[in-house]
């Protein structure tokens, strides 16, 4: 590998120059590169060469050549260096030595057979001086990781709050790390620690759990743990969870235990924390008057509270292997499956229906469910409440206004019979007495004489005052009970009532009936003439309107009456607070034909009303 080798020769003087590389070409090396510089400083050009060797002349004249050297090193910096000298003193080439030559020669010593040696020796030399520094250089690499490594495993102990140990079984010595130290609030000491010592911060109440762990892991290969609680240097009580494994040498005898101390105080404290919160929802939840239930998409329960297991007699594991459906007959088996997925879909449902429990009886449930999501999974939540109290105070609700509104109906029909025997008997007696008094008062004028001017003044007067009375005698009778309501009809008395109503009050009023006459039962027709009366009696009192309409249509199923006007309309909401007894009676009177009575109005706008009657209901009498 000569071939490779680069020797730069550094000398000015030619003559020397020619005698170094001729003692060059009787070496092993004469293949070698050679290449030449007339000082140290000269020798820069090479800079990056590669120099295998460099045979410096030190007697350079205006050169130190000691100084060379280091200026050469700064060319040169690799490589192996012979120097050239004429000085005979030991001194001078032990500082060139020193400087980092590998070796010395003299002129005459370059002329020898002893070149040769030199320079292997030499290049043998550089490349132990090389590897050693290499090897330096690794180590100190090395020493430096090993301290960095060091460095960040105490600092990730510090963060993650591990520590770790080991004890000595042979001397029972123990040895902590740093943050071991810290962990057990205890300050560094030189002085050993002994399994005895380690012990005394062992809470009493834990100690013998903890020796019986220790003394058993010995049985084992595998790695122990153990949590416990710690009395701290400074008196504070912590609790670590201690991991560990006995270490045997090749005869299998325990010599050693190796094992960490993590500091899960905070973690302990969070978990009494979620378990008192547990006990918390726990009793939450069994307070509830209902029954309490969670489950997934797939009806499988997770919780549920106490109440569900004594409500439905089933026990804990059965209802556990249950699905909701099962708590319902067959016939709401149908209705539920679209209500869960409404839920999910949702958010939220209420659903009343019938809860069947183990001896297969029968409780009407009102259940409130939500969906609710945790660990990526909808969970469906609920709450039932038993509503068989409820149900049968609605029932009793019911029927009591159902007697309420045919008691109201009863009276209601009483009340127009009678109107209608007082308006007869208004209208046929009082009215024939009146019309027999006007007749004798008649008379009476034909027999007095005329030159009684003042007695014929008078009963000119009477007779006046009777026609009068005729008048509101009919009046009466007809608001009691119109005549032609009963003798033509509902059509025509409407007709009749409209025309009135315009005639008294100067307010236009037309009503219309698209199916001519139209023939109901008596008391329906009574009810729906008694609704017209009251709707224009409030528009005469409230709505300041100049024009009424009022449309009357029948279909097969339907009897219907829209009445508007054109007045200044009222707030339908006040009107409800107010409770007004006009609007109570109306509505009243729809309810006891079964119909629907709808009022639309706004402040400035007018108003509507609208009733519908079904025919079924009320169907005419025989």
């Keep these: 590998m000569t071939g490779q080798i680069k020797i730069l020769l ?73 120097c050239v000298t004429d000085s005979k003193d030991d001194e001078f080439r032990a500082n060139a030595l020193q400087q980092g030559a590998q070796n010395s020669l003299s002129k005459e010593e370059i002329k020898s057979k002893t070149l040769d040696q030199t320079i292997r020796f030499s290049l043998e030399h550089h490349d132990i001086v090389q590897q050693l520094n290499l090897a330096k250089k690794q180590l100190t690499e090395a020493n430096i990781s090993l301290e960095q490594s060091e460095a960040c495993l105490l600092e990730a102990q510090a963060i993650a709050k591990v520590g770790s140990w080991q004890i000595d079984l042979h001397t029972e010595c123990a040895t902590w790390s740093t943050e071991t130290y810290r962990i057990f609030e205890v300050k560094f000491t030189q002085d050993p620690l002994t399994i005895s010592t380690v012990l005394t911060y062992v809470h009493p109440e834990d100690l013998a759990v903890v020796k019986k762990r220790f003394a058993n892991s010995f049985d084992n290969d595998e790695p122990n743990k153990s949590e416990h609680r710690i009395v701290c240097g400074n008196g504070t009580v912590k609790w670590i969870e201690e991991c560990w494994k006995i270490i045997r040498n090749g005869r299998g005898v325990p010599v050693r235990a190796a094992g960490t101390s993590h500091d899960i105080t905070e973690l302990k404290k969070a978990e009494q924390q979620i378990l008192n919160e547990k006990k918390f929802t726990d009793a939450l939840i069994s307070s509830l008057p209902g029954i309490f239930y969670l489950y997934d998409r797939d009806g499988i329960f997770t919780r549920w509270n106490k109440n569900l297991e004594t409500i439905s007699g089933y026990s804990s594991t059965e209802i556990a292997n249950m699905h909701p459906l099962d708590f319902y007959d067959q016939n709401e088996k149908k209705l539920i499956p679209g209500v869960m997925e409404t839920l999910f879909a ?76 007082i308006s007869r008997e208004i209208h046929d007696e009082l009215g024939q007495q009146i019309t027999c008094l006007k ?69 236009r009023c037309v009503f219309k009936s698209e199916e001519g006459d139209i023939t109901v039962e008596s ?49 339908l909401d006040e009107a409800k607070r107010k409770a007004t007894l006009g609007l109570i009676g109306m509505r009243e009177r729809t309810a006891m034909m079964g119909g629907e009575l709808r009022i639309e109005s706004m402040p400035g706008q007018g108003t509507k009303v609208m009733l519908k009657i079904p025919l079924a209901l009320n169907k005419p009498d025989s």
């Design 439 to 507: 007749m004798d008062a008649s008379w009476l004028v034909k027999k007095i004489p005329a030159s009684e001017k003042s007695v014929h003044d008078k009963l000119s007067n009477m007779i006046s005052m009777m026609d009068n009375t005729v008048k509101t005698i009919r009046r009466i009778s007809s608001d009691l009970r119109p005549g032609v309501l009963d003798n033509l009809g509902l059509v025509p008395a409407l007709e009749w009532q409209s025309s009135e109503f315009q005639k008294n009050n100067d307010i």
């Design 346 to 421: 949702e958010g939220s449902k209420e659903l009343t229906v019938h809860f069947y429990s183990k001896d297969r009886k029968k409780v009407p449930y009102h259940f409130s469910g939500h969906k609710i999501s945790f660990n990526n999974k909808d969970y469906l939540i609920g709450v039932g409440i038993d509503i068989t109290l409820r149900v049968e105070r609605e029932q009793n609700l019911l029927a009591y206004t159902d007697e309420i509104k045919k008691l109201t109906a009863h009276v209601e029909h009483v009340r127009e019979e009678e109107r209608t025997r």
């Design 10 to 82: 550094i000398e000015n003087a030619p003559e020397d120059r020619s005698m170094v590389k001729h003692a060059l070409k009787q070496t092993s090396y004469r293949s070698a590169t050679f290449l030449f510089a007339k000082s140290a400083v000269d020798a820069e050009k090479f800079h990056g060469e590669n120099i295998t060797l460099s045979i410096l002349d030190l007697g350079l004249e205006g050169q130190d050549g000691l100084e060379a050297i280091n200026q050469l090193r700064k060319s040169v910096p690799d490589g192996a260096l012979i």
């Design 523 to 571: 008391g329906l027709a009574t009810g729906i003439f008694r609704i017209y009366q009251e709707t224009l009696t409030n528009i005469l009192r409230h709505a300041k309107a100049t024009n009424v309409q009022a449309v009357m249509t029948q279909t097969k199923e339907f009897l219907t009456l829209c009445i508007s006007d054109n007045g200044q309309g009222f707030n």
